[in-house]
DNA sequence: GTCTATAGAAAGATAGAC
DNA sequence: GTCTATCTTTCTATAGAC
């Protein structure tokens, strides 16, 4: 490993810079509607400069999904390291908790997932798919532990709970409830949160 | 209220043909994929010839929002008419796995909540915003009986409660487990329908 | 690598004949 | 009202100078 010259760094710097701005676009307007002259405009260079960066709009998303999971793999190195360390069930709140977070904050990208160009990057990328497998292993190993400690519904197989707690990141609940006005986001993510572990029925 | 002549007929016909054709579309790929030319392709017209019917693309999506809605009452009112009456909480189950339905039946139109052209034509549609009242307003009633008779989580505000209900129309969990392929769509429906009102946690 | 300028393609919307 | 043909805009992507 050479230490990185002075060019370098600025170079992944700006690279950081770009994805940032892709991230935040494409939380706010969604991967159709965002467009690359808008995320060139937020950085400040030319699009024909942003292209010799990332190679299509679609690798400008990848990236940016990359960035996300490095972003939740570090959250969940974060848990796996509390002493003591959590109940599972616990585990699985907290990450559901963060990815709301993530959401309210703005940082949470949106990409449909019926386009068919993105997936195909998506599926053809190992960077984005080892993080994504990494991150199911670790959030999957909680989710057996809790159901082996018998802290979760037995109705329900592993993948569904996995699933559904994956889904919270793009609950479209949060922003109904935002735009509703009436509750702070801290509210709003302790009822979301509630009505996904506890449901909606009684107990 | 005059007999509807056979031209006039025709015409609704051809009408209720474009918005089937275009809620399709929007279940299948989303607002922003869709195109004006596959819907008027599948309907066997010419794109010009559906612009004679819808003015914009806006408000072709917002007739397939008006069909849906339309679904949604006459199936509310259906469960209204039963007697006896099911328990207000069967009720809101009842219409969570009736819109889960629709989305696997690929009827489910999809609308990008961020798009702001779309949103603006649907705010400004008096059809559309009066059918979505009524039916808040029927599965708001629901929502209240339950809560009344203490069949709901005490914790919850009944709009959290209403808006959750909603969601599920649009759950991505639905089409992540059935891409995984090892479960009946009545099945997955089973798991979410319990995910939502029992939650992921044990009783 | 960054810029300006532009090519190329897609899609919403319309003109005008019938 | 329906068609073919076309306009217009928007956006992805690239060419070519520096």
Redo the contacts with the bound molecule.
């Keep these: 490993m050479d230490k990185p010259s002075f060019?370098e760094r600025v170079?992944v710097a700006?690279e950081q810079a770009i994805v940032e701005a892709a991230n935040r676009l494409l939380a706010e307007k969604g991967f159709d509607l965002?467009?690359?002259?808008e995320v060139a405009a937020q950085v400040?260079?030319?699009?024909?400069?942003l292209?010799?960066?990332f190679?299509?709009?679609?690798s400008l998303a990848a990236a940016a999904m990359v960035r996300l999971m490095d972003r939740a793999l570090a959250f969940v190195a974060e848990r796996e390291a509390l002493d003591p360390a959590p109940a599972p069930l616990d585990q699985l709140k907290a990450v559901a908790r963060w990815s709301m977070e993530v959401q309210m904050a703005g940082e949470m990208p949106s990409l449909p997932a019926q386009n068919s160009s993105l997936r195909a990057e998506l599926t053809g990328r190992a960077d984005y798919l080892d993080r994504l497998f990494e991150l199911s292993d670790r959030i999957g190993a909680w989710v057996e532990a809790a159901q082996a400690a018998g802290a979760l519904n037995p109705q329900l197989p592993p993948e569904v709970v996995l699933y559904t707690v994956y889904a919270r990141a793009c609950d479209p609940v949060l922003a109904v409830l935002r735009q509703a006005g009436s509750a702070s986001s801290e509210q709003i993510i302790d009822w979301v949160l509630a009505s996904c572990f506890d449901g909606l029925a009684a107990r």
């Design positions: 060019r170079l700006r965002m467009t690359v002259d400040g260079i030319a699009k024909a400069s292209y010799k960066h190679s299509s709009k679609e």
